[in-house]
């Protein structure tokens, strides 16, 4: 199975078009999939949106009463991808966002990498239609700010809000906390989920996808000084949370873990 989570948060304009390009993906790609999405207090009509698609797609519509943010609706959307699943070392997760910007038509790209052993998976973004030099330009700097603080081997589009994940390595991510995932929010808590997902994935791997800022119908949430300082601010926060050791597996558990692992491929 795999699980399309996709956070909005007034996305009416184009919620509704980027569902149905993923169905008619999925038709010429035959996998088992489920659509879920996350309203995440929208002001908009973006409930209204979604209610004819969950009566002809497989589709589940999460919401927040109120706006909780960015990382807050991934982290949920994870999270319940994790739940539904009794497969976890085959399927997969993969996030998207609601404005347009990621070409559906790259999912199926994504999911091969998986099926041929890799375990999270990020689309780079090439811009296209980015009217904003500033946004153009720290959307390219982005990385460089957290630099030190998150790394992910092979990959360095660390913000891209586009990828994949097999679901076991996101259990045992959320498991390795106590709390909440993700302590950061916007671009930088894209950055911290590929670092901390990437701790329990044996294979990490990046593609290019082109990631267009002219069909989302709405203006741009980015404003250059804001989003620096929050990504700077970011970082003392990850620092403050590292991520947790592995936990030393006996030589009895990891003969167990080696013969589930048999059992399931």
């Given at each position: 199975?795999?699980?399309?989570?996709?956070?909005?948060?007034?996305?009416?304009?184009?919620?509704?078009?980027?569902?149905?390009?993923?169905?008619?993906?999925?038709?010429?790609?035959?996998?088992?999939?489920?659509?879920?999405?996350?309203?995440?207090?929208?002001?908009?009509?973006?409930?209204?949106?979604?209610?004819?698609?969950?009566?002809?797609?497989?589709?589940?519509?999460?919401?927040?009463?109120?706006?909780?943010?960015?990382?807050?609706?991934?982290?949920?959307l994870l999270r319940?991808?994790?739940?539904?699943?009794?497969?976890?070392?085959?399927?997969?997760?993969?996030?998207?966002?609601?404005?347009?910007?990621?070409?559906?038509?790259?999912?199926?790209?994504?999911?091969?990498?998986?099926?041929?052993?890799?375990?999270?998976?990020?689309?780079?973004?090439?811009?296209?239609?980015?009217?904003?030099?500033?946004?153009?330009?720290?959307?390219?700097?982005?990385?460089?700010?957290?630099?030190?603080?998150?790394?992910?081997?092979?990959?360095?589009?660390?913000?891209?809000?586009?990828?994949?994940?097999?679901?076991?390595?996101?259990?045992?991510?959320?498991?390795?906390?106590?709390?909440?995932?993700?302590?950061?929010?916007?671009?930088?808590?894209?950055?911290?989920?590929?670092?901390?997902?990437?701790?329990?994935?044996?294979?990490?791997e990046a593609l290019?996808?082109?990631?267009?800022?002219?069909?989302?119908?709405?203006?741009?949430?980015?404003?250059?000084?804001?989003?620096?300082?929050?990504?700077?601010?970011?970082?003392?926060?990850?620092?403050?949370?590292?991520?947790?050791?592995?936990?030393?597996?006996?030589?009895?558990?990891?003969?167990?873990?080696?013969?589930?692992?048999?059992?399931?491929?």
């Amino acid at each position: 199975m795999i699980y399309v989570c996709i956070p909005s948060y007034n996305e009416a304009p184009t919620v509704g078009l980027l569902l149905w390009k993923i169905r008619q993906v999925f038709a010429g790609f035959p996998r088992e999939y489920q659509l879920l999405v996350l309203d995440d207090g929208s002001t908009d009509a973006t409930a209204e949106v979604l209610e004819p698609y969950a009566r002809v797609l497989p589709l589940t519509v999460l919401s927040h009463p109120e706006r909780r943010g960015y990382a807050a609706s991934v982290e949920t959307l994870l999270r319940r991808a994790v739940e539904l699943t009794d497969r976890p070392k085959r399927d997969a997760a993969i996030l998207m966002h609601a404005d347009f910007a990621h070409n559906p038509q790259t999912l199926p790209d994504l999911v091969r990498r998986v099926d041929s052993g890799a375990d999270v998976v990020v689309a780079e973004g090439k811009i296209e239609g980015e009217s904003s030099r500033s946004h153009r330009w720290l959307r390219r700097y982005a990385p460089t700010i957290l630099r030190g603080v998150v790394s992910v081997p092979g990959v360095k589009d660390v913000v891209s809000g586009f990828a994949i994940f097999r679901l076991v390595v996101l259990r045992n991510a959320i498991r390795s906390q106590e709390r909440e995932l993700l302590v950061s929010d916007g671009w930088a808590a894209n950055a911290e989920l590929y670092w901390r997902t990437s701790r329990y994935a044996r294979r990490v791997e990046a593609l290019s996808s082109s990631e267009r800022h002219d069909l989302r119908g709405r203006p741009t949430r980015v404003h250059l000084w804001e989003s620096a300082a929050a990504l700077w601010a970011a970082r003392a926060k990850l620092r403050a949370a590292p991520i947790p050791p592995a936990p030393v597996e006996s030589p009895v558990g990891r003969r167990e873990s080696e013969r589930q692992a048999e059992a399931v491929t």
